[in-house]
T-cell receptor, first 115, second 113 residues
Framework: DSGVTQTPKHLITATGQRVTLRCSPR?????VYWYQQSLDQGLQFLIQ???????AKGNILERFSAQQFPDLHSELNLSSLELGDSALYFC??????????????FGNGTRLTVT | GDSVTQMEGPVTLSEEAFLTINCTYT??????LFWYVQYPGEGLQLLLK?????DKGSNKGFEATYRKETTSFHLEKGSVQVSDSAVYFC????????????FGSGTRLQVQP
């Protein structure tokens, strides 16, 4: 058990809808990362937060947004969903400052299916 | 930019066979290197890491050596088991700046009894 909790485990929704994915990092970890894993794109970095502040952006679409709250949990919001957004979304956390090259601890992911 | 290239899978081996999964990288700066493993239905778990050239990371019988001259971090295991069947990801992390880990595309390993 990595200590990172993601909810829900599965989500099925229709195109055009909006969903929110939630992540609770390991106790004491200040950094949260979001990754998207799809069959054809592999594991793609979306966005990173450190202690409530956005620190880095990867291949995140404008339809997607995220935030990290004062209690350090994070939410990833996906709107105007398209079929191609179907994927596994992983949250990861780290106890060290961003850019330290330290390992990440992953949750079990949320599987999003857009129909 | 930073990138990681892994050998294509799936890799299919018989139990007790020798395993090598190749990984090469391109990076500016001095990266740390990692291998992660993903079992079916689970998230990625850190398998081993190396933080500087010539370091050898090891865990659960798996090993990888950080080779700066060949920019490689190949994963090896002397005798695989059925329980090693999973997807293996090579990744790099830069020790400066605000960058998250960069992952390779993953290599699926299937071990047959």
């Amino acid at each position: 058990d990595s200590g990172v909790t993601q909810t829900p485990k599965h989500l099925i929704t229709a195109t055009g809808q909006r969903v929110t994915l939630r992540c609770s990092p390991r106790s004491g970890d200040l950094s949260v990362y979001w990754y998207q894993q799809s069959l054809d794109q592999g594991l793609q970095f979306l966005i990173q937060y450190y202690n409530g502040e956005e620190r880095a952006k990867g291949n995140i679409l404008e339809r997607f947004s995220a935030q990290q709250f004062p209690d350090l949990h994070s939410e990833l919001n996906l709107s105007s969903l398209e079929l191609g957004d179907s994927a596994l979304y992983f949250c990861a956390s780290s106890g060290e400052v961003p850019g330290s090259g330290s390992p990440l601890h992953f949750g079990n992911g949320t599987r999003l299916t857009v129909t | 930019g930073d990138s990681v290239t892994q050998m294509e899978g799936p890799v299919t081996l018989s139990e007790e066979a020798f395993l090598t999964i190749n990984c090469t990288y391109t990076a500016t700066g001095y990266p740390s290197l990692f291998w992660y493993v993903q079992y079916p239905g689970e998230g990625l778990q850190l398998l081993l890491k190396a933080t500087k050239a010539d370091d050898k990371g090891s865990n659960k019988g798996f090993e990888a050596t950080y080779r700066k001259e060949t920019t490689s971090f190949h994963l090896e295991k002397g005798s695989v088991q059925v329980s090693d069947s999973a997807v293996y990801f090579c990744a790099l992390g830069i020790n400066t700046g605000r960058r998250a880990l960069t992952f390779g595309s993953g290599t699926r390993l299937q071990v047959q009894p």
